[in-house]
């Protein structure tokens, strides 16, 4: 099976381009959501997270926004939420690995936004960083309900530049073009990577 990082910094277009992914025949694992089945009632995360945060924690589950709340008012304090996280994330992509090899997937897509962050990419076969122009970029995540330029600045400053990532990665997929451009560089992705594949 050939694992494949999918990573991009926001509003970059990444959730789409994991949607082509699945749609041309890809099994995607999609970090958010993991995160997101971990956050909530009965999940693995709300208990750990109301021993640093507990203002965070309501009726069993982590309301996201008043953490993030909390992560403006202590930023110092996201080493500790990502100590929690990461290995219940980690865990959790183990699962989705094993279910893969056992059903004779082919090609894995990772979709991690914080892949080069955390070094997940060492993990991986290769490494697709999604990317947009950055007026592009800024536009597309200042239009998302709640979002300021204050939260936008917290959130980029997280994350590796784009310039970085796509000078480390083995495709880059542009997503300026529109949808059917975008298709087809998913497209030429896999069948990069199954051309890799059958190499002798």
Excluded: C, N, W
């Excluded at 076969?125 to 597309?140: G, I, K, L, N, W």
């Amino acid at each position: 099976m050939i694992s494949l990082g999918l990573t991009g910094s926001i509003g970059m277009g990444k959730s789409t381009t994991a949607e082509l992914f699945r749609q041309a025949g890809a099994a995607v694992y999609d970090a958010d959501a993991e995160v997101a089945a971990a956050y909530a009632k009965g999940g693995e995360a709300p208990r750990l997270i109301a021993e640093v945060f507990p203002e965070a924690v309501v009726d069993g589950a982590v309301d996201r926004a008043r953490l993030s709340a909390l992560l403006v008012e202590r930023p110092g304090a996201l080493g500790e939420l990502e100590a929690i996280v990461h290995p219940l994330v980690a865990a959790r992509r183990a699962a989705f690995v094993a279910r893969a090899r056992a059903q004779g997937v082919k090609v894995a897509v990772f979709d991690i936004p914080l892949l080069f962050e955390i070094g997940a990419d060492a993990e991986m076969d290769a490494v697709a960083v999604v990317t947009a122009p950055a007026d592009e970029q800024r536009s597309r995540i200042l239009a998302r309900p709640g979002m300021t330029p204050e939260k936008l600045e917290l959130i980029l400053a997280r994350q590796t530049p784009d310039a970085d990532k796509r000078a480390r990665a083995d495709f880059v997929i542009d997503t300026a073009r529109g949808l059917d451009d975008a298709r087809r560089q998913v497209r030429a992705v896999l069948d990069a990577l199954e051309r890799r594949e059958a190499a002798p």
